[in-house]
């Protein structure tokens, strides 16, 4: 018998029986399923998450307390004495700041402080107006850039410039004249908030204001900042440096391990980390739907190989060889896994789509699916390979069947 005919026969073996059929795919079904929706998400969520920190420079270090010490201007200085520092900026954030929309409704939020070396540290774009300098920080000015998002919000436009932003707390009420709108699009079918993680501090903030604004509208010390960034030259070795930055304070202020001091680049290499240990986890819990998909498979086979014993022999009789036998249900096997695995990776691409839209919805990014053509072939390898080994027992048998004793089996 031909390969054709083989694949032909086997196709035949599960279209005539298509409801067993079905139920022994189903363990494939949803293990290469999960396997590709899984990963897939994954994949998205992590790209979106990519592109929104691309902004951020990669040769950075972010500094901040992890302990009773505060961080401090003082700090800064001895941090720029270092050798590799370019240049360093500071930022602190607070959170429980309101704004009343133009709905009525109260959006609360953060309110991030910052100085003009902001730069440094992240790629910042203005569609409108400008960023914050030197001069505003100097003058503790009580001026704010916003984003698109929150501008249409609260006025119904995007041109805002020159606009009175009242801002309340539990530390009073605040009118910040606006001097600049972020880059970006606004789209009002999006959600009203992103997840925290995904977004810097200046792009998730309900405003951005001059940092001596910031403390004086929160009474906190000018002296003492909550966090400092470092832009780093690229001849250095910025993981040693950054263990350079974090021996330096705990001395400077007699702690152990007392600051967070972590390189962007690193960042991104912990969130990659945990993204590939989360999909490989999901992944080994996917295979034991495999795994038990497998023993289905090798049970129905077994089924079809004492249902089928009769013809077994007259094939034997035949001059058919024990190697033609156990390759055509060998091949059946594989049949059964390759279309369990197909009908798979359609629906899980199907699932993929829809949680990556549920996600979007909720997290108001665009986060879509990223299917890949690795997942297929995983996924094409995987409904192969499990074909094959749970195949071969089943196979073993009917090869092994005596042809005589085969044509007597009713």
């Not at 990669?58 to 001895?78: E, F, W, Y």
């Not at 914050?132 to 503790?140: K, M, R």
């Not at 966090?227 to 007699?254: K, N, P, W, Y």
């Amino acid at each position: 018998m031909s390969i054709i005919e083989s694949i032909l026969s086997a196709l035949r073996s599960v279209y005539s029986h298509k409801m067993r059929s079905l139920l022994t795919m189903l363990g494939i079904i949803i293990g290469i399923g999960s396997v590709i929706t899984i990963t897939s998400v994954g994949d998205g969520v992590q790209a979106t998450i990519f592109d929104t920190m691309d902004a951020l420079d990669r040769r950075t270090i972010q500094i901040a307390s992890q302990s009773r010490a505060d961080l401090t201007r003082a700090d800064i200085d001895a941090i720029m004495m270092l050798e590799g520092i370019e240049g360093t900026t500071v930022l602190d954030e607070g959170w429980g700041f309101e704004v009343e929309r133009r709905d009525g409704r109260i959006r609360s939020g953060s309110l991030s402080g910052i100085d003009a070396n902001y730069n440094l540290i992240e790629q910042v774009d203005i569609q409108l107006g400008r960023f914050i300098d030197h001069v505003d920080v100097e003058n503790h000015s009580m001026v704010a850039v916003i984003s698109p998002q929150t501008a249409f919000e609260i006025f119904g436009f995007i041109n805002v410039i020159g606009e009175q932003l009242e801002v309340s707390s539990w530390h009073g009420t605040e009118l910040l004249t606006i001097i600049g709108v972020l880059d970006g699009n606004y789209d009002p079918n999006e959600m009203e908030a992103m997840m925290a993680m995904m977004l810097t501090p200046v792009s998730r903030a309900i405003a951005v204001v001059p940092i001596t604004a910031f403390n004086d509208m929160t009474n906190s010390n000018q002296d003492i900042v909550q966090f400092i960034g470092a832009s780093v030259s690229d001849d250095v070795d910025i993981v040693e440096l950054s263990r350079t930055i974090a021996a330096l304070l705990d001395i400077r202020h007699d702690t152990e391990d007392g600051f967070m001091v972590m390189d962007t680049g690193s960042a991104f290499d912990l969130i990659d980390i945990m993204f590939t240990a989360v999909t490989v986890f999901v992944a080994f819990v996917a295979g034991i739907s495999l795994f038990v998909g497998g023993v289905g498979v090798m049970n129905i086979m077994l089924v079809t190989v004492k249902e089928r014993t009769r013809e077994i022999g007259i094939r034997k009789s035949l001059g058919a060889t024990e190697r033609s036998i156990k390759f055509q249900f060998i091949l059946e096997a594989i049949t059964l896994t390759i279309i369990g695995g197909g009908v798979g990776i359609v629906l899980g691409f199907l699932v993929a789509e829809l949680m990556a839209g549920i996600i979007s919805e909720l997290m108001g990014a665009d986060v879509s699916a990223a299917i890949s053509a690795n997942n297929v072939a995983m996924a094409f390898f995987a409904s192969t390979a499990i074909g094959v080994i749970f195949g071969v027992y089943p196979a073993g048998k009917a090869a092994k069947l005596n042809p005589i004793e085969a044509l007597r089996y009713e």
